[in-house]
């Protein structure tokens, strides 16, 4: 008995040494953490340009980078000289002054054509700041019944509550409802209907629309200048504002440094997040003239948005994103990217339905679920994800080169026919 009890010791003992870290963290993540994210079985520990490296050494190539943060890939050197010198002032609250705030409004501000930027932490953050915005721009007028919002099918701009109200997605808002009031949802892809029913849905109760200039989360769907030429019509009409949501397509993503410059539409109120601190949590609402008397002194504020170490990385990249020849590269890597992509759908027209996106904001639409591709993908050390049941969308780092991309469309291609013959 006490013979078999020591036999079972050792072995548990043996058991918990051979038990490796990603091991060790999913059986403590398991136990303490809100069970919310279907993670995959990778542990990451550093990164080097636009490759990832797990806890056994294994490298994986990066074309999500953080859902579309790390656009400078991992250890840029002029992030790393930043690193440096941000222990000296790492936080001050919105209290005081430091000195990176007021020039990098000044850069979003001259970049977007706009006026003013609040700075806070997140995407969701900057919806909610948005919306809340609108609000008060129309209470400012006496016109306490303007309230409503007007969003789009597929749209996604948070986990809030706010921001969930505007997010169209049945599986995000259901678990939560009752959220804000008086939302209705518009399709931009209903071709001539789609004018009529933003002309039925922007009403004179219409406080603000909310639009994803190109929409992420539901498959890199780019929304056409036509309809959002109509749009901005019709809030002009009804003196309503119009909200770009850029915080996925936004600095760079597209080839220009905001997504609508790739249109006609200019909003009155500009989200962003995502890239903005590069990899630091910042976002920012960015507001034009007209809507820059919305929250007036002690209507909105956060303790940690626009702090010393987010901006000072956020001025840097924005001067790289201005100055140097990013967005040209984005352009030629975009280009590139979804020549090979629209090769490969030649040849494979069973499988690839669409290639859609601009820039390094690229979506594959399959002819079946996209799921398994992407987790064969991951085994074979390449990183993307799935998203809207179809499609495989891909954000890799701004500084990717071209044999990267080649090497990933190769085993891209490899998957996807091993993947179609699982279906037929
Ligand atoms: C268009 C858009 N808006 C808002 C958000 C929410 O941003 P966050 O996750 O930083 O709150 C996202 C996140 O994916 C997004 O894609």
Redo the contacts with the bound molecule.
Sequence with gaps: MEAEAMIADTEGEKKSSEESDLMRIQRLESQYLMQTYARSPVMFVRGKGATLYDDRGRAYLDFITG??VNVLGYDHPRVRRILKDAARLMHTSNLYYHSFQGPLAERLVKASGMSRVFFCN??????EGALKLARGWQTARGREGKTEFVALVN??????MG?LSVTAQEKYRKPFEPLIPGVSFIDPNNSSDSFAEARAAITERTAAVII?TI???SGVRPVSNAFLRAVREECDRHDALLIL?????GLGRTGKVFAFENTEARPDIL?V??PLGLGV?L?AFIVNERAADGLRPGDHGTTFGGGPLACSLSLEFLEMLEDGDLLARINELGDYFKRLLTKLQKRHRDIVAEVRGLGLMVGLELKFSGKGAAAKMLERGFLLNCTHDTVLRFLPPYIVRKSEIRTFVEALEAVLVEEAQKER
Excluded: L, N, W, Y
């Excluded at 997140?122 to 919806?127: D, P």
């Excluded at 749209?155 to 809030?160: A, D, L, Q, V």
């Excluded at 949501?245 to 397509?249: G, L, N, P």
């Design positions: 859902i579309g997140t995407g969701a953050e900057s919806v749209s996604f701009h948070g986990r809030t921001a994803e929409q992420g989360e949501d850029e915080v996925q397509c989200c997040a995502k949590p976002g």
